[in-house]
């Protein structure tokens, strides 16, 4: 069972990590359902460590990242390993690609909090089962400028901060919240869209079936009624996701929900 983790002590061990009020409310509320969950437990190389050395100080940061990511989860779908997988595949993807290393040790803690943002959407708004309004559509949408005004005040959380503001914006600049085409979406936003829209895929949600991993291929490739490939996904990354798309398979079953 995972210990209680109070905004207090968040905000005692970052204290660069100023949030106003209503984000503030969200991660308090979201540490308390983290508390509730009997489920969760930390990963077993993520015990707490002092942090007199470079590296427990890393240690650090990627348990406050986790447990993070695991707030916005539980608040947003409940738990499962969604966001530990979309890690995997963006880390191997970044790799794939020739990401240096830094890049993909970067990616590999950051791509899990693309949602962050959910713990500051209206409650009534991001549980609502039918078809959203206009102005609600819109406070969804928010989710990406209120994940990247937490995550942005941590230089440490830089590349998270970028993935959660870009990780909607589409290569032919019909995203969202910026519009931003192409080259001009950071790469590390880009990784983590394929990454999350395969695992989306293979998962089971109010409106669609879990798809096996070779229909979840093919819309990744081709794709279908609902989404645009060409118009989504950097085509490098589509590129390569063809030529290495049984990890994905793999990944998504080493971490699987059981
Ligand atoms: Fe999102
Ligand atoms: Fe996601």
């Known amino acids: 069972m995972t ?13 660069g990590l100023a949030m106003d009020r209503r984000d503030a409310a969200a991660v308090q ?14 990963p ?15 240690q650090e940061l990627e348990n406050t990242v986790y447990f993070l990511a695991r707030a916005a989860q539980i608040y947003d779908e409940g738990t499962g390993n969604h966001t530990r997988r979309v890690n995997e595949y963006s880390y191997f993807l970044a790799q794939t690609v020739g990401m240096g290393t830094a890049f993909c040790e970067e990616i590999h803690y950051s791509a899990q909090l693309h949602d962050l943002g959910k ?3 209206d409650p009534i708004v991001l549980g609502k089962a039918g078809p959203l309004s206009e102005t609600e559509r819109q406070e969804m949408d928010n989710h990406t400028i209120y994940g990247h005004r937490i995550l942005s005040q941590s230089p440490q959380l830089a590349m ?22 192409g080259d001009d979406i950071p790469l590390s936003a880009r ?16 409106y669609k079936p879990a798809f096996d991993h070779e229909t979840a ?11 645009d490939s060409a118009g989504h996904f950097d085509p490098k990354l589509v590129e390569a996701f063809s030529d290495t798309h049984s990890d994905f398979d793999r990944i998504w079953r080493e971490l ?3």
């Open 3 to 15: 210990e209680a983790f109070t905004l207090s002590e968040y905000i005692d061990h970052h204290p």
């Open 29 to 42: 509320r979201a540490f308390d359902l983290i508390a509730e969950d009997n489920a969760i437990e930390t």
């Open 44 to 58: 077993s190389e993520s015990q707490p460590v002092p942090a007199e050395t470079i590296q427990q100080s890393k």
């Open 191 to 206: 990784i983590t869209q394929i990454a999350d829209i395969y695992d989306a895929l293979r998962t089971a949600r109010p």
């Open 256 to 258: 699987s929900d059981g």
């Open 119 to 121: 713990i500051s959407v």
């Open 217 to 227: 291929r093919g819309i990744i490739l081709s794709g279908d009624a609902r989404i």
């Open 160 to 181: 998270a901060a970028e993935i959660a503001l870009n990780h909607h914006e589409k290569w032919d600049g019909t995203g969202y919240p910026n519009a931003l085409a």
